[in-house]
């Protein structure tokens, strides 16, 4: 048991330091201020200073969060539109959490490392790591290429047995009355059913 405590003691005393912050984390409130149709985020460079983190990685990543555009200007950030502080606050304080915060310890003292194409954040104080989950980029639902209320230029391919003009428009049919074959005229989409559409005559073209 004195073999086992002597070669304890021996080990805690040549065990590397870790290197830890000893100030509190503390990551400053967002200052904003309007110019013009931008919001700037005056204290851009001090948030940065606590997070310890590149500058341009936490710009792009604030820049898809607020889905704007915008640029860093020596110690402060501009984003194209308006946005409140809550807002640029929320968005730092998930950044927080996701590339500084140590999900084992709970301490700040991380760095970020690529390890085979993937971003891994690494902790300095008690050697724990975790990989960043990479975000799905959300599409944007196509839009339909005939919408109700919509009016379009369309020409009359043919006249069905109830003499409505008949029109095509990517994958919609669409009946149009009072018309004949050939015309080429704009017509107001009332209702649409799958990939039927029906419309109103609004004026002849030709």
Do not use: W
Request: charged fraction near 30%; include cysteine.
């Amino acid at each position: 048991m004195d073999d086992y405590e002597t070669f304890l003691d021996r080990a805690l005393k040549q065990a590397p330091a870790v290197k830890t912050a000893d100030t509190r984390f503390v990551v400053p409130i967002p200052k904003l201020f309007s110019e013009g149709r931008a919001t700037v985020l005056e204290n851009f460079g001090d948030i940065i200073d606590v997070l310890r983190r590149d500058s341009a990685h936490f710009m792009k990543y604030m820049l898809r969060e607020l889905g704007t555009a915008g640029k860093i200007e020596g110690r402060r950030a501009t984003f194209q539109g308006r946005f409140s502080s809550d807002a640029i606050k929320s968005h730092v304080d998930n950044y927080v959490r996701e590339y500084v915060i140590c999900s084992e310890c709970g301490r700040p003292d991380t760095h970020l490392i690529k390890s085979d194409r993937v971003l891994i954040l690494k902790c300095d104080a008690c050697g724990g790591h975790r990989p960043i989950a990479k975000r799905k980029v959300q599409k944007e639902a196509p839009k339909e290429a005939v919408q109700e209320g919509n009016v379009y230029e369309l020409k009359i391919e043919a006249v069905g047995r109830k003499g409505d003009g008949i029109a095509k428009l990517d994958r919609y049919t669409i009946f149009i009355p009072n018309v004949n074959k050939g015309d080429i005229v704009k017509a107001k989409v009332n209702k649409v059913s799958g990939t039927l559409a029906f419309a109103d005559l609004v004026e002849r073209v030709s």
